[in-house]
Each structure stands twice: as C-alpha cells, then as structure tokens.
C-alpha cells in the first residue's frame, strides 16, 4: 500500500515551513474542509485562512498554501505548509505523481468533492469545479471498486 509522503508533496511546492518530518504519510488529501479526514493534506481552494482553521480541526496534519496569501497568526511554528502557485494544481500534480507510483492502491484517499456541509467552501469559479471533477473522475477511475476482487474491475 502506498502512500502520499512528506518527500513527495515537498517536491512539488516551491517552499516549505513547519517541522520537516520524511516519516510523515498522509491517508488523505482534501479540498472539503468540512471532511473528517485521518491525517490528510489540504488543499485549500477560497478563503484559505478560514478553511484551513476548519480543515485543522478535521484531520489536517499539514496544507498547500498560495503563494503571497497571508498566514494566519493561529498556524503552529511547526505545521508543514506547501507554498504552491495554485493549490489545485498542486493537488493534480500530486495526484498524478502518486498514481504513476502506486496505480490507485488505496493508500492514500483523495477527495476533490464537497460535501453538503462543505459545500459553502466550494469554489463559485466554473473552471474549478470542473477541474474538480475531472480529478475525481481520475481517481475514481483507477481505484478498485470496493468489495471487489481483480475479475470484476474491468465490468
């Protein structure tokens, strides 16, 4: 089972801060702040300071941030963030380079959908939302099907 780690997220961002820990592994990355995730990556996508305090408080142990946002006076010293030109793109990079690795395992879970709670998160830009949902149409299409053995994949 692989898993999407420190190492990996680190080279895709431009710069990071917070504590350096390679052991870290994440079991998720998320956009919808309101998600209760076990140690998961953020991806904020609007109001990045709000959400992330929402996305803390649901599992987050560490977030892309944008570029020239300001940080929150509320984020610890030692709460790795990932300066990335646009989280959502960062998300797909990393999307990308982990299937190429790992082919869906499901070591790590991605989510690029918002829950009903969430959904006041969600981006109001047309061109996010579907970027959204080609990446979870990505992702879902090389997940196995849960309950399921090799012989029924390809049904």
């Known amino acids: 089972m692989t898993m999407v780690t420190y190492k990996m997220v680190q080279s895709i961002a431009v710069e990071a801060r917070g504590i350096i820990d390679e052991t870290i592994r994440f079991h998720a990355v998320f956009v919808d702040p309101a998600k209760q995730v ?8 609007k109001n990045a300071a709000e959400t992330l305090k929402t996305a803390i408080d649901h599992g987050a142990i560490a977030s892309f941030w944008p570029i020239g946002e300001p940080l929150p006076r509320y ?30 395992d499901g070591g790590t879970e991605f989510s690029f959908t918002f829950s009903e709670k969430g959904g006041t998160y969600a981006p109001a830009d047309t061109e996010a939302r ?6 979870q149409r990505r992702w879902l299409s090389v997940r ?8 029924c994949q390809s049904k």
């Open 38 to 45: 076990k140690k998961g990556l953020f991806v904020p996508l």
């Open 75 to 104: 984020i610890p010293n030692q709460f790795p963030l990932f300066f990335v030109p646009s989280p959502l793109e960062a998300a797909a990079r990393l999307l990308e380079r982990y299937l190429g690795q790992s082919e869906g």
């Open 130 to 135: 579907l970027q959204l949902a080609e990446l």
């Open 144 to 151: 196995p099907a849960k309950g399921c053995d090799d012989s």
